[in-house]
């Protein structure tokens, strides 16, 4: 009997014994995984304190928060926000010599010069992939594909059928180019690129050839390589 007493305590106690292992096992996991926990968490919240002062001190983040505020919309809704005027250099080309606003606004915009070679503009941009439009097109959308580095060919009823057909078709060999009549222009023909304008006599003129070779896609472009498809198409 006592034999069988003493077995039966030592099972017991060696149960009790490795509950008891097993029951610190189990804390020192949860307090791993708390501690585990804690640290995710701090992280997290000192990578978003970072995220969030670097957002607040990068202009470029601030000119993109400015661009979606409805508030600052409806403050440029109607102005173009140009602040200059043109020089001519010897080549003919004018040249805007001031600020060219870039802000999008979702309403009609009253422009400094006609046609407008830049301002704030509409959120769409024209279709400007060699597109011809034969009837008169939205300055506000126009500009948006100038800002992407296309050139902007216009014409006024003066302007001689020949010509006419000669440009439209070397737009339609020229991505990041466009046309459509404009009456209210200063010239039969007109040539406009961001911040650059020249008229020219003829399409054979050669500031056609040399103003489509310095400003499809030239340096003057604020938004280099953005699409000229998929905005508005009339």
Same mark, same amino acid.
């Given at each position: 009997?006592? &034999?069988?007493?003493?077995?039966? &305590? ?24 708390? #501690?585990? +926990? ?17 957002? =607040? ?8 928060? +400015? ?56 959120? #769409? ?12 097109? =939205? ?33 339609? =060999? ?6 459509? @009549? ?5 010239? @039969? ?18 500031? #056609? ?10 340096? =003057? ?14």
């Amino acid at each position: 009997m006592g &034999s069988d007493s003493n077995s039966s &305590s030592a099972a017991r106690k060696a149960r009790v014994d490795e509950m008891r292992r097993a029951e610190r096992a189990r804390e020192r996991r949860t307090r791993m995984l708390t #501690v585990a +926990a804690s640290v995710v968490v701090v992280a997290g919240l000192v990578v978003g304190g970072v995220v969030l002062l670097r957002a =607040q001190s990068d202009p470029d983040t601030k000119n993109a928060s +400015a661009k979606k505020d409805p508030a600052g919309d409806a403050k440029n809704a109607g102005t173009s926000g140009d602040t200059g005027h043109f020089t001519t250099g010897k080549d003919g080309v004018r040249v805007w010599s001031g600020k060219l606003s870039r802000t999008h606004v979702p309403t009609k915009v009253s422009y400094p010069m006609h046609p407008p070679v830049g301002g704030n503009h509409n959120p #769409v941009w024209l279709d400007c992939n060699g597109d011809v439009y034969k009837n008169a097109v =939205q300055d506000e959308n126009a500009v948006h594909a100038l800002e992407h580095g296309a050139v902007w060919v216009t014409y006024t009823a003066q302007a001689k059928k020949a010509d006419v057909d000669a440009l439209a078709a070397k737009v339609k =060999q020229t991505p990041y180019s466009l046309m459509s @009549p404009y009456a209210n222009q200063d010239a @039969p023909l007109m040539l406009s690129a961001w911040g650059h304008q020249v008229a020219v006599k003829s399409a054979s003129d050669p500031e #056609v050839g040399r103003f489509f070779a310095s400003y499809v896609q030239g340096k =003057q472009t604020p938004e280099p390589g953005a699409s000229c498809t998929g905005g508005a198409m009339k």
